[in-house]
C-alpha cells in the first residue's frame, strides 16, 4: 500500500504522494532565499527517505533545497509484490526519477539541479543522465553499482541464470530466502558502515518501520540490473551529458570500487574520489568519512562560482498529480544518534606526526568494534596530519583543478557542441576530468562529398 506520510521519523517539510506511472512517496524542504540550488536524493536498493534525515539536515544548513522519494517497489512507495523490490525494467527507475525532477520544477524549487545519488540510485542517474542533460547540473553518485561484488558464481553466469528465470515465469520469485531485520549483533559482519552509533541508529529504524522494508531481490529484478549495468558499461567510453563526481568506498562489500574507478577514469566529464576505508553507505559512515564526503562535495557543486553553472532550459512538460499527506517545520531535525562514549565506544584517533604531504582520501582510525580496519600503525601512516584542514587541502586542490576544467567543458559545450576527439586529461590525482574538444572540420578539395543513398 502507498503511504504519502512519515514513518516513525518526522522529518518536516512536506510529504505526499506523487502520481507518476505509480504511486510514489515523495517530500521537499525549501533552502535559503538565495541558496545554491536543489538535491535531488535517489536512494539505493531497500532503502528509504528517512534513512536520510541527517543528509538532508546537512544540505539544508548549506542552504540547499532538498527533495527525495522512494522508488516505486520499496519504502513507502507503490509495490508489486508484497516483499517488495521487484522491477522488470530499469526504464522504470528512470521515469521516476526524471518524474521527481519534473515535479521539482513544477514546485518552483530553485535551480540549478544536483543529482545525489548512492548504489542503485547511482546508476538510475548515470542512464538518465542523457534524458535529464537539459535540467540537471551536476550528479554525484557515491558507490554506484557497476557491478555487484562477491557474487557466489561468475556474474555472466548469475546473468544468464537470472534472465532464464524471468523468462519461465518466475520474475516475481525471490532469489534466496527472507532475511531478519538487522540488528546489534550483526554489527561485525554489516556491510553497512563502520559507525556502530548510526548502524544502531538505522536498525532501530527498520525495527519501527517494517513495512519500508523490503525483502530479497526478485529474478526480475536481478535480470533487470544485470543488463542496465551493461548499458552502463557501453557509456563508459563516450562522454557523459552531465558533469559527474563518483565517489567509491574502498572497503565496499556490495558494489565493485574498481569497476567505478575504470568507469569514471575511461568516461569524459566524470571525476573519481575513493574513499579506502569506507563501507558501502557512505553517508551513514564516521564523522572524520563523511566529512571528506562533504568537502569533495562542497567543492564540486556547492562553492563552484556562477559563472561556471550552465543554464538549463526548462522542459514543457504535463503536470503531475501531487496529494499532500503533511506539511511540517521547512528544516528536518536531526536524527538523534546514541552517545558513543556509553554504550559503543569509540577508539580515539591514532596520535601521528604530520606527514609532509597528504595522500589521496585515506584516514584509517582504529574502531574496537569493526576489527577490519587495519591495525594503528597503517592508521596512522594512512592519516598523516590528523587536523581537518590538514586533511582537506590536497583534496580540495585536485577538485578545485576538475571544477575548473568542467567549466571550460561547459564553455566548450556552449559554443561549439559536444566534441568526440579524445585528448589527454590535465588534472592530476583521483580526480580527474576529460575534456574532448570538438573535430577540425575538413574542408575543400580533400573533402569528400556526401553519399547519395
Not at 26 to 32: E, F, N
Not at 58 to 87: E, K, M, P, W
Not at 120 to 128: P, R, S
Not at 233 to 239: D, E, I, P, S, V
Request: net charge positive; glycine share 10%.
Amino acid at each position: 500500500m502507498t503511504r504519502a506520510d512519515w514513518g516513525s521519523t518526522d522529518l518536516g517539510g512536506t510529504i505526499g504522494t506523487l502520481h507518476a506511472g505509480a504511486k510514489l512517496r515523495v517530500a521537499h524542504w525549501p533552502g535559503a532565499a538565495d541558496g545554491p540550488g536543489t538535491v535531488v536524493l535517489v536512494q539505493g536498493r531497500g532503502e528509504f527517505i528517512e534513512m536520510y534525515s541527517e543528509t538532508i539536515a546537512d544540505l539544508n544548513d548549506r542552504g540547499f533545497a532538498v527533495i527525495a522519494f522512494d522508488f516505486r517497489g520499496q519504502g513507502g512507495s507503490a509495490r508489486r509484490v508484497r516483499t517488495g523490490g521487484h522491477i522488470d525494467s530499469y526504464r522504470h527507475y528512470v521515469e521516476d526519477l526524471c518524474a521527481v525532477v519534473r515535479h521539482a520544477a513544477q514546485l518552483g524549487l530553485p535551480r540549478p539541479y544536483t543529482l545525489l545519488a548512492h548504489s542503485m540510485g547511482g546508476l538510475v542517474a548515470t542512464l538518465a543522465t542523457p534524458v535529464l542533460a537539459s535540467e540537471v547540473d551536476r550528479v554525484v553518485s557515491v558507490a554506484p553499482l557497476f557491478r555487484i561484488a562477491r557474487l557466489p558464481m561468475p556474474s555472466g553466469m548469475v546473468a544468464a541464470l537470472s534472465w532464464i528465470g524471468a523468462r519461465v515465469g518466475l520474475s516475481r520469485t525471490l532469489v534466496t530466502k527472507a532475511r531478519p531485520l538487522p540488528d546489534m549483533t550483526t554489527f561485525a559482519d554489516n556491510r553497512i558502515t563502520s559507525d556502530p552509533a548510526r548502524y544502531s541508529a538505522f536498525c532501530k529504524l527498520a525495527a519501527d518501520n517494517p513495512g519500508l522494508m523490503i525483502g530479497p531481490p526478485t529474478f526480475g529484478w536481478l535480470s533487470a540490473t544485470f543488463r542496465a549495468m551493461g548499458q552502463a558499461r557501453r557509456m563508459q567510453n563516450g562522454l557523459l551529458p552531465v558533469p559527474s563526481l563518483f565517489i567509491a568506498c574502498g572497503a565496499d562489500r556490495v558494489v565493485s570500487p574498481v569497476a567505478i574507478d575504470v568507469f569514471a577514469r575511461n568516461v569524459k566529464g566524470g571525476g573519481i574520489v575513493i574513499m579506502r576505508h569506507a563501507r558501502h553507505q557512505l553517508l551513514l559512515e564516521r564523522d572524520h568519512l563523511r566529512n571528506l564526503f562533504f568537502a569533495a562535495f562542497d567543492a564540486f557543486v556547492t562553492n563552484q562560482p556562477a559563472d561556471a553553472k550552465r543554464k538549463k532550459a526548462r522542459r514543457a512538460g504535463r503536470g503531475l498529480k501531487f496529494v499532500v499527506g503533511r506539511t511540517g517545520n521547512p528544516v528536518p531535525p536531526r536524527a538523534s544518534l546514541p552517545q558513543s562514549g556509553d554504550e559503543l565506544p569509540l577508539a580515539p584517533l591514532p596520535q601521528a606526526e604530520p606527514a609532509a604531504t597528504v595522500a589521496a582520501i585515506d584516514p584509517q582510525p582504529a574502531v574496537q568494534a569493526a576489527p577490519d580496519t587495519g591495525d594503528a600503525d597503517a592508521a596512522a601512516e594512512d592519516i598523516g596530519d590528523t587536523s581537518v584542514a590538514g586533511r582537506f587541502d590536497n583534496l580540495r586542490e585536485r577538485i578545485e583543478a576538475g571544477r575548473k576544467h568542467t567549466a571550460q567543458l561547459s564553455r566548450v559545450d556552449a559554443e561549439t557542441g559536444a566534441g568526440t576527439a579524445e585528448a589527454e586529461p590535465t588534472v592530476p590525482g583521483p580526480l580527474r576530468t576529460r575534456i574532448a574538444p570538438p573535430r577540425p572540420v575538413k574542408r575543400g578539395r580533400g573533402a569528400k562529398p556526401a553519399r547519395r543513398r
